[in-house]
C-alpha cells in the first residue's frame, strides 16, 4: 500500500509546533515526520499542485504560507500578506486560492505561486466555507447572514454580483459541500445545529433540515464535515463532542453518533480506506477513526460506543471506530497532501 501523507494545522501557542507532517498507515496508526512553527495562527490548510497552502487567522492581516514537502520535510516556499483580518478559509482552484475572511468581510483571489491577490468582494460579507462548482461557479455560504452566495466565475475570477440564496433564519451556515455520488448539495449549520440537503438543479428550493447531533438538545454547534466516496457524510459536533454519519448516497439515512475521541472537534477530513481525521481544538490533539460497515456488537468496555439512543440496527450500517491520536496545541485542520513527497 502507497504510503499517505496528512498535515494538520493548529492556533498554537507560541511555543509549540502549530503544522504537522504526519503519515497513516491502513489501520488508522499515525507517526509524526516533521513539525513547524509559525506562531501566527495557521488555521487552515488546503492541498493543491502537491504543495500545501496554510492560512493565518490573524485580527490585524491576512496571510497565505504555501510549503513543499521534500524527503519528508516540510519546506517554507512563499507568504503573501493582505489587508483582510480573520482570515478562515482557503478553497484550491484550477490554479487560483480563494480566501474568506471572516471578520473583515471580503472574499480574495490568488494564483497558486502566491504572485498576485486582489480582492473580488466585500460587501459586510462573513464567508466561512466555499466550493468550486465545475470551474465555472463558486458557492460559499455567509454565516452572519444565513445564507449562500453563488459567483460566476470568468477565467477562474468572480464577477459580477453573487446570487443570494436565503437559508432558514439562524442557520448560521458554517461549510458547503456537494457528493458527486447522489448529486446532492449539504450545507452544515453552526447557529442552526442542522444538516440542510438538496439535489436537482433548484436543490435550494427543497432543503431538508436535520439535526446534526441527537445526543444533546442545545448547545451544540457542528463544525467541519466530510463525505467519502461511497456517501457517507461525517459531520464533527461541537458541544456534543461526537461525530455524526449520515448516508446520503440514496435515501438520507442517519447511520448513528460516536464519541469524538476528544474535545470541540473544529474539522474532519475523510481518506481512502474508511480513514477519518478529526481537529479536535480544546482537547490539542489530531483523532484517527476506521469507519467500518460490519454488523458489529456493543461493546460497552469500548471507547466507541454509539452516543444515540442505541437501538440495534445503528450498528448494522457501520460503526465508527477510534484508531490513534496526535498531540497538537488547539488542532483546528488537517488534509490529505495528494502528492507523495520524494
Not at 509524526?32 to 488546503?46: M, V, Y
Not at 482557503?90 to 487560483?96: F, K, P, S
Not at 447572514?145 to 459567483?151: C, I, R, S, T, V
Amino acid at each position: 500500500m502507497q504510503q499517505k501523507w496528512y498535515a494538520a494545522s493548529g492556533y498554537g501557542d507560541g511555543r509549540a509546533a502549530d503544522i504537522l507532517l504526519f503519515t497513516a498507515d491502513a489501520d488508522g496508526k499515525m507517526e509524526i515526520r516533521d513539525a513547524a512553527s509559525q506562531g501566527d495562527c495557521p488555521s487552515f490548510l488546503c492541498a493543491a499542485d502537491g504543495k500545501l497552502f496554510v492560512a493565518s487567522e490573524l485580527s490585524d492581516k491576512a496571510a497565505i504560507t504555501s510549503f513543499c514537502v521534500e524527503n519528508g520535510r516540510l519546506i517554507p516556499e512563499k507568504r503573501i500578506e493582505f489587508s483582510g483580518r480573520g482570515l478562515c478559509h482557503l478553497t484550491a482552484g484550477r490554479q487560483v486560492l480563494y480566501a474568506g475572511c471572516y471578520q473583515s468581510g471580503e472574499l480574495y483571489v490568488t494564483d497558486h505561486e502566491l504572485e498576485r491577490i486582489s480582492c473580488c468582494y466585500h460587501d459586510g460579507i462573513h464567508i466561512h466555507g466555499s466550493i468550486c462548482m465545475g470551474g465555472h461557479e463558486l458557492l460559499a455560504v455567509d454565516l452572519g447572514g444565513d445564507a449562500l452566495l453563488k459567483f460566476r466565475l470568468q477565467g477562474e475570477k468572480p464577477v459580477g454580483q453573487p446570487e443570494q440564496i436565503a437559508l432558514r433564519e439562524g442557520s448560521g451556515p458554517r461549510q458547503v459541500l456537494y457528493d458527486e455520488s447522489s448529486r446532492k448539495m449539504i450545507v452544515i449549520n453552526e447557529r442552526g445545529n442542522s444538516v440542510a440537503l438538496g439535489s436537482g438543479p433548484n436543490w435550494y428550493r427543497n432543503l431538508v433540515y436535520l439535526p446534526a447531533t441527537q445526543a444533546c438538545g442545545a448547545g451544540n454547534y457542528p463544525g467541519g464535515a466530510c463525505i467519502d466516496r461511497k456517501g457517507k457524510l461525517f459531520v464533527a459536533n461541537r458541544g456534543a463532542d461526537t461525530i455524526a454519519v449520515f448516508d446520503v448516497s440514496k435515501e438520507v439515512k442517519f447511520l448513528g453518533e460516536w464519541d469524538c475521541q476528544g474535545h470541540w472537534p473544529r474539522h474532519l477530513h475523510c481518506a481512502d480506506g474508511g480513514l477519518v481525521f478529526a481537529a479536535c481544538e480544546r482537547s490539542n490533539e489530531i483523532c484517527s477513526f476506521l469507519w467500518t460497515e460490519e454488523h458489529l456488537p456493543d461493546n460497552r468496555e469500548s471507547r466507541l460506543r454509539a452516543v444515540q439512543s442505541a437501538k440495534e440496527e445503528a450498528y448494522v450500517s457501520g460503526r465508527l471506530c477510534p484508531a490513534d491520536s496526535l498531540p497538537l496545541v488547539r488542532a483546528a485542520c488537517v488534509t490529505e497532501i495528494k502528492k507523495r513527497p520524494a
